[in-house]
């Protein structure tokens, strides 16, 4: 079995490529927990929570950006709804952490304080069994890959492409977030769900479980870029590119194309609701503001920056995007929307294969 | 308290009242009034009512003015430096040295209002009279039915005589004898005034007697019936109105998206401009022409349109025009306009909204039913939206550049081929669209908030319009706005306003799903791209 399976490893990375993700690896999995935990708060190496929380922010959006590469680099679909998707992973997670408040609430009472301050004397059936770990994981992945799943078969069945996809998925994201502002909804409405207290029995804001929450969307994030590369280098991957540049010939030579873009919509769409989940235990919070149809866009954009079509590209691409929002925000936040504005215009005119193309095109020249 | 009483309304009332005899009042009654304690003068009011003479009104009116005083046994009204006999209306000769105020408590204010309302009934201006009845409508004293029914006999005019035996009748419910009161609630049960409802209902509680009951219930019924067709009718305008808006907000899209293909994301914000280029208009007249500021929107309308047609032209020229043949990459470059677009507005402006005053003549509106108001503001948009909609089809079918924008929509290749000049009339086409969502900005200005997010709240709807009417076509997008709108007050009536936006995303999703190409396509083989 070792054939194989190195010819895997091999198909997926080169020699150079291995020594760089195991140098990233290396960093996320033992520099970054040492230089936080170990390293005391005085000393100039000293990581400071601030940067954990960000950095693990960031690696959550970067596998959004993945999945979202997946669908639209690699088989030429634009979603605006991975957002819903996004958010949706976030909210199975933040029932269970909800449910983990017990009785730390403001109210001191079993159920969740705005379900008190509504007036409500039992958990909603949606939030059955959401006292179970597990449960809510699985919640957080297939509840979107559910919803993709019915809403694509349907969608691709009847052959809707193009513009037209994009604005009934964005159509989709904003329904659902006019549903999830609802109190009746159940889900917290307009302040969702924040204030989280354990996860596991564990206190969620000690360093030690940021660190663990944080290695775990680093190896969330990595497994998921050698997920994708599996996919894109493989036979099946080949077919969705071909689908991207023509999809009329690829039905002519015999494929059912619909499978392949849905099995690639929907497995986007688990990838989200997985980064969701991690993104809520880190951020601390989850409101429908996450479903707005602006945010989606800005997924999009992130890859755009990256590079279409290369799976680095979309994790570098949500690396610089959030980085420059982060900075933008916070030293001069009302330049943030026209760097933002202005990245969406000239990427598109100029870059349209993103700083990976950039890079590529220098490396050629050289 | 309603408006104090001035000297012009009374002096108005008294000229304008139709016996103008110079025959005294009833001494007694004005006696009373001036002298008498509490229910006395309030008796004596109904009685100066019930006289109708002119004079009464001028009494009343100085009584309510404060201008109404004693001098010993005689009643006179002062005005400057003159005196005359209230009873009589004769000058007096000089002054009388010792005078007291007669004190008006509210009560009998209250009274002396109502009893000039209802002088006015009298009145042989029409509008005088309506203003009246509609006032005494309101709420009538009991001592006003005599005058009311004096009234009712002398008047011809259909709108009044309705209010009138509305009002009658509402008096009569609370005095008259078992057989009166009867025939009132037959007539309350036909009028159907806007109170007509809980005066049946107090009739019901309170009434005793088993045949005026059976005829309150009947008549509640009718009242029932009535209001619901003013809820069925305002509904129906609701919808007419929510229809013209979408309609306003997606016809520039659906000129834009049926020409070029092109999902412009920033055109919510050129409806945005068009509403704040009609509030710096406004601002200029406020300025510069105070005098004309109720027709600052005659000049907005054009100047909104130039100023979003030229931000759209100048877009277009720059960013969508090298992007051709890549519309989800449009989409993303036309997003990012929107964000600096909001941006600059934020920037210039400020994040707040900004007060875009309406019109006089647009303020106020149509009572059609009792319950059913229609604002102006909402009359005018209606018609607006026709104007903008006729002068789209004018120009799309009846103007050379309407004959090439239709040419470039249906085949882009083959109007290329015979000379069209696409790329001028895709920057005209892409300016007029613009225009036209500056001129929706203009018309949302009059009926919301006006700020620098205006945009993103339409951008939605629009492209569901877009989305759901098909492109190439007018009609198309007339039924989807028009559709749009009624879908969602009618759902807005059951469901609540949130759940019936999210039951509509999902009809047009679904429906989408069924028919991808909308509900109008243009007819014709298109290469599948």
């Known amino acids: ?366 | 308290m309603r408006g104090k009483l001035t000297i012009t309304t009374v002096l108005l009332l008294a000229s304008a009242l139709f016996v103008c005899p110079a025959a005294a009042l009833d001494r007694a009654a004005v006696e009373k009034l001036a002298f008498g304690e509490g229910d006395e003068r309030l008796e004596a009011i109904g009685a100066l009512v019930t006289e109708g003479d002119p004079r009464a009104a001028i009494v009343l009116g100085a009584l309510g003015d404060g201008e109404l005083q004693t001098a010993s046994k005689r009643v006179i009204i002062v005005r400057g430096a003159e005196a005359t006999d209230a009873v009589t209306g004769e000058k007096l000769a000089s002054m009388p040295a010792e005078r007291e105020d007669i004190v008006a408590n509210n009560r009998l204010r209250g009274a002396v209002q109502g009893a000039l309302a209802a002088l006015k009934l009298i009145s042989p201006d029409r509008a005088i009279r309506f203003a009246a009845a509609k006032e005494l409508a309101g709420g009538a004293d009991a001592g006003m039915l005599p005058l009311v029914k004096k009234a009712l006999d002398k008047e011809s005019d259909a709108d009044i005589r309705t209010l009138l035996t509305h009002i009658a009748a509402s008096l009569e419910l609370k005095t008259g004898d078992v057989k009166t009161r009867l025939a009132a609630v037959r007539t309350l049960g036909l009028s159907g005034g806007h109170n007509a409802k809980p005066l049946l209902l107090s009739v019901l509680e309170s009434e005793t007697d088993a045949d005026v009951r059976l005829e309150a219930q009947t008549s509640l019924k009718q009242v029932d019936e009535r209001l619901l067709w003013g809820q069925r009718a305002g509904l129906l305008f609701a919808g007419i109105s929510l229809g013209s808006i979408l309609l306003l907000a997606a016809l520039g899209l659906a000129i834009t998206y049926g020409l070029m293909g092109v999902i412009n994301m920033a055109h919510g914000e050129l409806i945005m401009i068009g509403a704040y280029a009609t509030y710096v208009v406004q601002n200029l007249f406020r300025t510069h022409l105070p005098a004309a500021f109720d027709w600052y929107l005659l000049c907005a309308v054009p100047v909104a349109f130039a100023v979003s047609a030229l931000v759209g032209m100048v877009l277009e020229r720059t960013v969508i025009r090298w992007l051709y043949g890549r519309p989800l990459e449009t989409l993303l470059a036309t997003w990012g306009i929107s964000l600096v677009l909001i941006q600059t507005v934020r920037t210039i402006f400020g994040a707040q909204n900004v007060q875009v005053e309406n019109p006089a003549f647009m303020s106020g509106g149509i009572e059609l039913l009792a319950n059913v108001v229609l604002p102006w503001s909402r009359i005018v948009i209606v018609l607006f939206a026709g104007a903008v909609l006729a002068g789209v089809w004018l120009l799309l079918t009846r103007t050379r550049l309407g004959l090439f924008v239709r040419g470039v929509t249906q085949n882009r290749a083959m109007a290329s081929c015979v000379g069209v000049p696409t790329a001028r009339v895709d920057t005209l086409a892409f300016g007029l669209g613009s225009g036209i969502a500056g001129l929706a900005g203009c018309a949302l200005s009059q009926i919301g908030n006006v700020g620098p997010d205006l945009g993103q709240s339409y951008i939605v709807d629009s492209f569901m319009v877009v989305v759901l009417g098909g492109v190439g076509q007018l009609a198309g997008t007339v039924y989807a706005a028009l559709g749009l709108g009624f879908a969602n007050k009618l759902l807005e009536s059951w469901a609540g306003a949130v759940l019936a936006k999210i039951v509509v995303l999902v009809f047009i999703i679904i429906f989408i799903q069924k028919r991808p190409q909308g509900m109008f396509a243009l007819k014709g083989r298109s290469v599948e791209t």
């Open chain 1, 1 to 366: 079995m070792t054939g194989p399976l190195t010819a895997t490893f091999a198909r997926l990375y080169g020699a150079s490529g291995w020594a760089a993700l195991s140098a990233i690896g290396f960093v996320l999995f033992v520099v970054f927990p040492a230089l936080n935990l170990a390293v005391s708060p005085d000393s100039a190496f000293h990581v400071s929570a601030y940067w954990i929380t960000l950095i693990g922010k960031i690696m959550c959006y970067a596998i959004v950006a993945l999945a979202m590469d997946l669908i639209w680099g690699y088989c030429g679909i634009l979603s605006l709804g991975h957002g819903l998707f996004f958010a949706l992973g976030g909210y199975g997670m933040g029932m269970y952490l909800m449910r983990q408040i017990g009785r730390d609430g403001q109210y001191r009472a079993e159920l969740p304080d705005f379900m008190v301050f509504l007036d409500w004397n039992a958990f909603p059936w949606q939030w059955w069994n959401t006292d179970q770990f597990w449960w809510a994981l699985l919640l957080a992945v297939a509840v979107p890959g559910l919803l993709a799943f019915v809403f694509g078969y349907f969608a691709f069945r009847s052959r809707i492409k193009g513009v037209y996809f994009s604005i009934i998925t964005q159509a989709l994201t904003f329904a659902a977030m006019l549903l999830f502002f609802r109190n009746e909804t159940g889900f917290g409405g307009n302040n969702g769900f924040t204030d989280f207290k354990r996860i596991l029995g564990y206190t969620i804001t000690t360093p030690e479980t940021r660190m663990v929450l944080f290695t775990l969307s680093g190896a969330v994030l990595l497994g998921t870029l050698l997920l994708g590369r599996y996919l894109v280098t493989s036979k099946f991957g080949r077919v969705l590119a071909a689908i991207r540049d023509a999809e009329q010939r690829v039905m002519f030579c015999g494929y059912n194309t619909l499978h392949y873009k849905l099995f690639i919509w929907t497995l986007s769409a688990v990838l989200c609701g997985f980064a969701g989940a991690l993104y809520v235990t880190q951020v601390g919070i989850i409101n429908p503001g996450e479903m707005s149809p602006a945010n989606s866009i800005e997924i999009a954009i992130w890859v755009a920056v990256g590079g279409r079509g290369t799976l680095i590209g979309a994790i570098i691409g949500a690396g610089v995007v959030n980085g420059a929002k982060s900075f933008f925000t916070q030293a001069f936040p009302e330049y943030w929307l026209y760097v933002l504005g202005l990245m969406f215009i000239l990427v598109t005119l100029f870059m349209p294969q993103g700083i990976v193309g950039l890079f590529n095109k220098w490396r050629s020249a050289k």
